[in-house]
């Protein structure tokens, strides 16, 4: 039985179940800010995963990379697995502009400004356009 850790509940909005992953917005208006958790109970790490479900994950990081560039425009693409402070196997895709707040440096302790509903929204709706949704 899959669950989402409280932590990425309380920080993200459901874009779409994919494949493998549940597709979530971040909510931080000051990156465009995908996040991919693998629908799999008790995995921390990329190497948890069989290798077919790694393939998929690695298709569906693609596909979120390529939203981000089309809706976006972003200078750069950031994708990393940390998991310190939430240790549920999750992916984050990053659009990443030179004139963002946090660049050249990591997003990481930046501070979060939440969407606006009306901003949200529209997000979510291009998103689950593009993914057909």
Known sequence: MFSLHPQLEKDTFPVAELTLSRLLLMNNKNFPWL???????NLKEIIDLRTDDRTILMEE??????????LFKPDKINVASLGNLVPQLH??????YLTDSAWPAPVWGTPCEPYDEVVRDAILAKLKIRLRF
């Open 35 to 41: 996040i991919l958790v693998p629908r799999k109970q």
């Open 61 to 70: 990081i693609c596909l979120a990379s390529e939203q981000l560039r089309a």
């Open 91 to 96: 992916i984050h895709v990053i659009a990443r």
